[in-house]
T-cell receptor, first 114, second 113 residues
């Protein structure tokens, strides 16, 4: 979905390096999320933010940090990358309406940590 | 441990056949159950969703069946087409926990022509 963009799309880095993955959205949504996808494990929530001043840890936040620079921007950092952080990373947004909540995903960033 | 368990991990179906993917959950506080579809190189996208006050929801060839007492729900794809080949994720949400989605492990579906 072009409304949610992620950069870079692919990244190769070395163990111990700090890297940042960026997410931008034009949907005007307040809520933003970072997930990682691993085969057989589905999508697991790393961090989420309900607005610029509200950031929360998800299921697997160890080794990651985030920054919500603006309503439209949410960045994920790996302070010191390790090989088991090799995964597909997705950013998502949502705008709570009614009793359900649709999340809109970006195209993903494929990260390889050597 | 996964709170939402999905099976099978992979599925091959002939064109025109029925694809069935199953999910089971543990937390009875879950109150919204969506299915997401993901094509290669793309992010997941909402396909269909159900709430526990109904036992079935149908949208075109896609149907969710929900069994509250068994804590199970399933996706049925009727008249499966090669274009349905994708990875499917079930998920669950509980409103009293910030509306967070918990995803199943995913099912890779291949529909053969």
């Amino acid at each position: 979905d072009a409304d949610v963009t992620q950069t870079p799309r692919n990244r190769i880095t070395k163990t111990g390096k700090r890297i940042m993955l960026e997410c931008s959205q034009t949907k005007g949504h307040d809520r933003m999320y970072w997930y990682r996808q691993d085969p057989g494990l589905g999508l697991r929530l790393i961090y989420y933010s309900f607005d610029v001043k509200d950031i929360n840890k998800g299921e697997i936040s160890d080794g990651y940090s985030v920054s919500r620079q603006a309503q439209a921007k949410f960045s994920l950092s790996l302070e010191s990358a390790i090989p088991n952080q090799t995964a597909l990373y997705f950013c998502a947004t949502s705008d709570f309406r009614g009793a359900g909540e649709t999340q809109y995903f970006g195209p993903g960033t494929r990260l390889l940590v050597l | 441990q996964q709170q939402v368990k999905q099976s099978p991990q992979s599925l091959i179906v002939q064109k025109g056949g029925i694809s069935i993917i199953n999910c089971a959950y543990e937390n009875t506080a879950f109150d919204y159950f969506p299915w997401y579809q993901q094509f290669p190189g793309k992010g997941p996208a909402l396909l269909i969703a159900i709430r526990p006050d109904v036992s079935e929801k149908k949208e075109g060839r896609f149907t969710i069946s929900f069994n509250k007492s068994a804590k199970q729900f399933s996706l049925h794809i009727m008249d499966s087409q090669p274009g349905d080949s994708a990875t499917y994720f079930c998920a669950a949400k509980r409103s009293n926990a910030g509306n967070m989605l918990t995803f199943g492990g995913g099912t890779r579906l291949m529909v053969k022509p």
